[in-house]
């Protein structure tokens, strides 16, 4: 049987919970305080029978006091269709126009209007009521509905009515979400003799069975699922759609006030920012840093504007907002919102989530909010966006996913559509990355641009990357450095990057660095003085320097001197034509024109090179072998 939910609405005392006690047999108002005041104070729920037996029909009696909307938008955030009820003698009242307008802004559309106690108004009075009616729901939720006249205590028109109802519920069509996990807003919790916790509320998505592991949110709570109920019947299972009563395990009731939401399966995080899409009503008013109650699905949160887009809006008008919430709350694109004034209360307006993970946006941006998609109307370009907005770090597929309120086989195909026509590059791992192709090339144009301003010397290859990959995607590096690979961006020379296309020794200042250490012998400068003397930027000269080590023209000795590499070279020619097996360090020093200062360094390159050993205070000679390579 398909499952459809029902909601009253309507002002109070025009009987609304006396009507769903005559239409199903059963009395909503089971709390003494209730049967004392004559008032509806929490909500109630009834089955209502289908004579074919094709549809599971629920009915959900809200309050009608206007210090009581809350818990009436807690019990309408479920329904598929609404039971207005207006009484003939009194007409449309001020809470019927806003429960009306909670019903539009929720997305409900149709129902059925019922004109109760008919039997003290005459027939003209009737007329007059109908008039006023259409007036009341033209353009809104209800348009178009059916206005029955009817009275409970006589019976007139309760007929017509269940008919009525049936049919509106018969046009319901749920459309089928096979990758959603099972979600319920709790809107009751109570404890029973023998059974423990239980909570109730409308089946949004997916199915539960008894044996479930769900998560509680924003509380974080893991609970088990050890009895599932539908109108009060045991079932092996629940699905969407349905009036649904879980005994759980787990969990106090304290633990689970109205508005905690219970999910199967894991990875779905509570949020505290909104992107919303906002409609405001009647005579409202929304500005930037408006403290506002929100209402999802059964949960009411305090929430800030922190953006808003026109900055003033006024009714009736439409705009986009970013809300900061007091307390996390658990939220996907395409959830509907009613928006309250705190004080004094009434109901602003409401709208959509399109994203849970808003930009920061500055006043001056706030106009972008207009670019946000409407994921559930175009989803490519929504995820598109989100892969986008995660610049070169990437995201994974299942972030993507739970920001959607999906599993991640909802998004298979689609990823891999835009994969193949070249949308996102996959970096694979433990866990798959995407990345816009956009930032692939950004990473590479930057790069570009820095190595060609490093002219011939380039960069070290690990500043390059430093440079061009965010600290939050270093486990990339590899990825982007094979992507500058392959699009020539970048050549390696003895560890250095340099441009794809870059001559390094051609360089001017390369040469006459080179030049300017060649001519100088020993008394070669300091990397900051041979900048000094050739009048160039001492971090360039810094950079020059490096390569020209890297590439074997100049050598680094004893960690402090930079001397020509042809220079050391000829030393190490001279001692290798020496005619003696070993030498003190005094002798060198003689033969070479040396002080200690510098011998002593020079020496220990000689030995790094094999040119020499040292034994104790002498240096012995290394002949080479026939065949042997030439010096490092």
């Not at 404890?191 to 409308?202: M, N």
């Not at 409609?279 to 403290?291: K, V």
């Not at 966006?385 to 597929?397: E, I, L, Y």
């Amino acid at each position: 049987m398909r499952a459809v939910v029902f909601g009253t609405a309507g002002h109070i005392d025009h009987g609304k919970t006396s009507l769903v006690k005559a239409l199903t047999g059963v009395d909503c108002d089971r709390l003494p305080e209730e049967k004392r005041r004559g008032i509806t104070l929490v909500l109630g729920f009834a089955p209502f029978p289908d004579p074919e037996g094709e549809l599971e029909l629920s009915f959900i009696d809200v309050p009608g006091h206007e210090r009581l909307v809350h818990t009436m938008i807690a019990g309408a955030a479920g329904i598929d269709r609404a039971l207005l009820v207006v009484a003939a003698d009194e007409g449309v009242m001020p809470q019927t126009r806003e429960h009306l307008d909670i019903l539009d802004v929720l997305g409900v559309r149709g129902g059925v209007v019922a004109l109760t106690k008919a039997d003290l108004s005459s027939s003209a009075a009737l007329e007059a009521r109908h008039q006023e009616l259409r007036a009341a729901l033209a353009g809104g939720a209800l348009a178009g509905a059916p206005v029955i006249p009817c009275s409970v205590v006589t019976g007139t028109g309760l007929g017509p009515l269940r008919e009525a109802v049936l049919a509106s519920a018969r046009g319901v069509a749920r459309g089928e979400e096979p990758h959603r996990p099972f979600r319920l807003a709790v809107d009751r919790a109570f404890t029973l003799p023998g059974a423990g916790t239980v909570v109730t509320g409308t089946a949004h998505w997916g199915r539960v069975r008894e044996g479930d592991e769900l998560v509680a949110l924003p509380s974080d709570l893991r609970v088990r699922v050890r009895g599932v109920q539908v109108h009060g019947e045991s079932r092996p299972e629940a699905e969407a759609g349905e009036r649904v009563a879980l005994r759980l395990a787990g969990a106090s009731v304290q633990e689970l006030p109205r508005g905690e939401q219970l999910l199967s399966s894991a990875g779905w995080r509570p949020v505290q920012r909104l992107a919303l899409a906002v409609r405001l009503l009647g005579g409202a008013t929304l500005s930037e840093g408006d403290r506002i109650w929100l209402h999802l699905l059964a949960a009411r949160v305090l929430a800030r504007v922190e953006r808003l887009h026109p900055a003033e809006l006024s009714a009736p008008a439409s705009g986009r907002a970013i809300l900061r919430l007091v307390r996390p709350t658990f939220a996907v694109p395409g959830d509907r919102v009613v928006l309250r004034r705190v004080s004094p209360t009434s109901t602003l307006g409401g709208g959509e989530v399109l994203d849970v993970q808003p930009p920061r946006l500055r006043r001056r941006d706030a106009a972008t909010l207009t670019q946000l998609p409407r994921p559930w109307l175009d989803l490519p370009a929504a995820v598109l966006g989100w892969v986008t907005q995660a610049g070169p770090k990437g995201v994974a597929a299942a972030t993507l996913a739970a920001r959607l309120g999906v599993r991640e086989a909802g998004l298979e195909a689609l990823l891999g559509r835009l994969v193949a026509e070249g949308a996102f590059a996959v970096v694979p791992g433990r866990t798959p990355l995407l990345v816009a192709r956009a930032a692939v090339v950004g990473v590479v144009e930057k790069s570009r641009e820095l190595l060609t301003a490093s002219g011939s010397v380039g960069l070290p290859l690990a500043e390059l990357l430093a440079r061009v990959v965010p600290v939050d995607a270093r486990r990339l590096r590899n990825f982007y450095l094979d992507e500058l690979r392959r699009s020539g961006v970048l050549r390696e020379v003895a560890g250095r990057a340099l441009a794809g296309d870059a001559a390094p020794l051609e360089d001017a200042l390369a040469a006459r660095v080179a030049e300017l250490y060649r001519r100088a012998g020993f008394e070669a400068p300091s990397p900051q003085e041979a900048a000094a003397a050739l009048g160039a930027d001492p971090r360039v000269v810094q950079g020059v320097v490096r390569f020209l080590v890297d590439q074997k023209r100049l050598a680094r000795v004893g960690g402090k001197w930079v001397m020509h590499r042809e220079l050391l070279d000829e030393v190490a020619a001279s001692v290798q034509a020496w005619g003696v097996e070993n030498f003190e360090v005094g002798a060198f020093k003689e033969r070479f024109a040396l002080t200690r200062k510098l011998a002593i360094p020079v020496l220990e390159w000689l030995d790094s090179q094999r040119v020499t050993r040292r034994e104790g205070d002498r240096r012995r000679i290394l002949r080479r072998r026939p065949g042997t390579p030439p010096l490092a």
